[in-house]
């Protein structure tokens, strides 16, 4: 598919690979990408696709001038790179929320310990968009920290737990059209 073709997106769906997935047989982490078809890969069946968003944000800016007619001018600007963050929110109250909420150390089962967990939850998550006939047209695979920026609750609806995806280096960060 050409990229002058029209790319409504009308689904977006979100795994994730949790850093030292041991619990599957599985090593992950920034050097270590599951495969596509891993255990490792937990799939966000309570994800809620209108959040999605993702933030671009340049970093490192730098301003060249020159000069015309004796008097100094903006002629470029640059930057040294660029932070991705992938926002998006959860419909239900689960292990991972809780833990990534009280950064209990490990995946939480009956007990956990809050304040526990010695560093970020570090993850790669998979992003795939599709189209009205179903077909992927964009798919990325990200390292990253993943935060849990907020829940809200109440008696009337579901826990929303609201979700920050903060991409990292790593060479294996690829996305295909």
């Known amino acids: 598919m050409a990229l002058t073709e029209s790319r409504a997106v009308v689904a977006n769906h979100i795994w994730l690979a949790r850093e030292d997935a041991a619990d599957v047989g599985s090593t992950v982490g920034d050097a270590a990408k599951p495969a596509a078809d891993d255990a490792a890969w937990v799939f966000m069946e309570d994800f809620d696709p209108d959040s999605f968003q993702v933030e671009r944000t ?16 903006l002629v470029d600007v640059r930057y040294s790179g ?26 939480v089962s009956a007990q ?10 570090r993850a790669w998550l998979k992003l ?14 990200l390292w990253g920290e993943l935060q849990v ?29």
């Open 149 to 177: 920026e907020s829940v809200n609750q109440n008696q009337s609806a579901p826990v929303q737990g609201n979700w920050i995806f903060t991409k990292l280096w790593s060479t294996l960060n690829t996305g295909t059209l």
């Open 128 to 141: 795939q968009q599709y189209n009205v006939a179903g077909t992927v047209v964009n798919k990325v695979d």
């Open 58 to 73: 340049p970093i490192g800016r730098f301003e060249i001038f020159g000069s015309k007619l004796g008097k100094k001018h």
């Open 112 to 121: 956990f310990n809050p304040g526990e967990q010695g560093s970020t939850l």
């Open 82 to 107: 660029f932070n991705h963050v992938v926002r998006f929110s959860t419909q239900r109250l689960t292990a991972l929320l809780i833990e990534a909420l009280w950064s209990a150390d490990g995946a």
